[in-house]
């Protein structure tokens, strides 16, 4: 994991040699790549941070973004739905109010 990964792509030089490409798709032809380009995969995840859950569902600032969490399923049972990040919460707001007192002391 901490190692850096080399890319295997030598400048423009491309050989018989080489197991995997690293490629970037900037244009898409006339004709489909077949497992690349030919079919439409939804993303696996939703978005994580609050302005951006709203930005997705047309929400606005007064909506609750905590019900319109993408989650996705483990099995029948259990269901997985990450943290909210950024999310303005009471007790957020009132934290806030109290390190603003303290400075003003």
């Known amino acids: 994991k901490g190692c850096r990964k080399r890319k295997s792509v030598r400048g423009c030089v491309v050989g018989p040699d080489l197991a995997t490409l690293s490629m970037v798709l900037v244009k898409k032809g006339a004709e489909e790549i077949p497992g690349l380009t030919d079919d439409q995969r939804p993303r696996r995840l939703g978005p994580k941070r609050a ?31 990450p943290r909210i990040q950024r999310l303005v919460t009471p007790a957020m707001l009132q934290r806030k109010r109290y390190f603003r007192s303290q400075t003003r002391q």
């Open 51 to 81: 302005s951006n859950i709203r930005k997705l569902f047309a929400l606005e600032k007064k909506d609750d973004v905590r019900n319109f969490v993408v989650r996705r399923e483990l099995n029948e049972k259990k269901k997985k739905a």
